[in-house]
């Protein structure tokens, strides 16, 4: 039977998209994710994105990294999963969902969304580095030359050997010229750096305001796939009303089987 998917992404954050609000997709098989996931094998992204019913908000979000498993909240795929509704005609402007980690605002108007994240309660100074859950977990760590620096290697090295098998996103950031800050992201779950992550993102900014690196509560975060903007209340050390901004774009709509 052949099923209509959509592709969607934020500043190259890429997640494939299925309206699941008749309950048909196999969300139990792991491996069929995995697939779809795949950039050689299936439609290739970052991650699966289901739209479901729910009963008290307009949707639900239910997320899956590039390895088949389900994952923890994703900034850049909340995004575009508001886009997707508002396609969808289940929104118009403003809209009120519900994902892994609870209930989430956002607006949108034209390809800009706006979407509020979770507060931080909590942030951990480790030795060269943040620690916090900013809807996933992020370790954040300024370095130097960030242009060149490994990622891959590096971030794969932390994300199991600080981190364990649960693992950790890991973040590199380095402040730039115009007053933000520029982010690279290696993703669990993905296992290899993403163009760009929203909760890293998130934790970059919250990062750089706890250390003292800017008094600004609106801050410019730059990930290899484009501009992010965060904005936030801080009080004594915890974060609230959190806004992860920019834009999410449908790339395209196929078929595929499952």
């Not at 239910?62 to 994952?71: I, P, Q, R, S």
């Not at 795929?77 to 605002?105: M, N, Q, W, Y």
């Not at 801080?234 to 395209?252: H, M, P, R, T």
Request: charged share 25%; proline share 1%; net charge negative.
């Amino acid at each position: 039977m052949k099923n209509i998917f959509y592709k969607y992404q934020g500043t190259g954050n890429d997640f494939v998209m299925v309206d699941n609000r008749n309950g048909q997709f196999p969300k139990e098989n792991n491996a069929l994710i995995a697939k779809i996931c795949h950039r050689r094998f299936g439609v290739g992204s970052d991650g699966l994105i289901l739209l479901e019913n729910d009963e008290t908000t307009d949707f639900r979000m239910v997320y899956f990294n590039a390895d088949g498993k389900e994952g923890s909240m994703c900034g850049n795929g909340g995004r575009c999963i508001v886009a997707f509704a508002h396609f969808l005609e289940i929104i118009k402007r403003e809209t009120t969902f519900i994902a892994v980690d609870g209930v989430h605002e956002a607006t949108i108007i034209g390809e800009v969304v706006s979407l509020k994240m979770a507060d931080v309660s909590e942030v951990k100074e480790k030795p060269n580095a943040l620690f916090m859950n900013t809807g996933s977990p992020h370790h954040v760590q300024m370095v130097k030359d960030l242009k060149s620096f490994n990622v891959v290697k590096e971030g794969a090295r932390m994300r199991y050997g600080i981190y364990g098998e649960k693992g950790s996103n890991i973040n590199f950031v380095e402040a730039n010229a115009e007053g933000g800050f520029d982010i690279r992201t290696y993703e669990r779950g993905v296992e290899d750096e993403t163009l760009s992550c929203g909760t890293g993102v998130t934790a970059i900014a919250l990062s750089m305001y706890h250390l003292g690196n800017t008094k600004n509560n609106t801050i410019a975060v730059n990930a290899l796939g484009g501009n992010l903007e965060v904005t936030f209340q801080e009080n004594q050390g915890s974060y609230s009303d959190i806004y992860l901004k920019g834009e999410a774009k449908q790339v395209f709509k196929g078929e595929m089987l499952w």
